[in-house]
């Protein structure tokens, strides 16, 4: 492979995109995870439900979510949603542009591209 070339993975399957919307648990360090096709508010509000029934299962009495600005975080539909779930959910909006910390894009999301998306750069 050529100093700059993209690695390539192969597998069966198609080159279509997945959307993973990822949660770190904290202090056990679980990573619970949803993947879908889009990257929508609806898709987003699928995963916290997933999230509030794993909560519910393990007896966790209050989820404190520390969450981006992403568009679909902060859209109106997430928003009615969240706030309907004030009796088990807090969330916290980190400031606009500071994935410094964030910290599944610290600990999952930079391993990830690290390993996955970033080209080869020696012979």
Request: glycine share 2%; charged share 25%; net charge positive.
């Given at each position: 492979?050529?100093r700059?070339?993209?690695?390539?993975?192969?597998h069966?399957?198609?080159n279509g995109k997945?959307?993973?919307?990822?949660?770190?648990?904290?202090?056990?360090?679980?990573?619970?995870?949803?993947?879908?096709?889009?990257?929508?508010?609806?898709?987003?509000?699928?995963?916290?439900?997933?999230?509030n029934?794993?909560?519910?299962?393990?007896?966790?009495?209050?989820?404190i979510?520390?969450?981006?600005?992403a568009?679909?975080?902060?859209?109106?539909?997430?928003?009615q949603f969240i706030?309907?779930?004030s009796?088990?959910?807090?969330v916290?909006f980190?400031?606009?542009?500071?994935?410094?910390?964030?910290?599944?894009?610290?600990?999952v999301?930079?391993?990830?591209?690290?390993d996955v998306?970033?080209?080869?750069t020696?012979?």
């Amino acid at each position: 492979m050529m100093r700059g070339d993209q690695q390539k993975i192969y597998h069966k399957g198609s080159n279509g995109k997945i959307n993973a919307f990822i949660t770190l648990l904290y202090p056990s360090n679980k990573v619970k995870f949803t993947t879908s096709k889009s990257r929508t508010s609806y898709d987003f509000i699928n995963h916290l439900r997933k999230i509030n029934h794993y909560i519910k299962n393990n007896k966790v009495k209050r989820l404190i979510l520390v969450i981006d600005n992403a568009s679909f975080h902060i859209s109106r539909t997430t928003e009615q949603f969240i706030q309907k779930q004030s009796d088990w959910m807090t969330v916290i909006f980190l400031p606009k542009r500071s994935p410094n910390l964030n910290p599944v894009e610290i600990r999952v999301n930079r391993n990830l591209k690290k390993d996955v998306c970033v080209p080869i750069t020696t012979i």
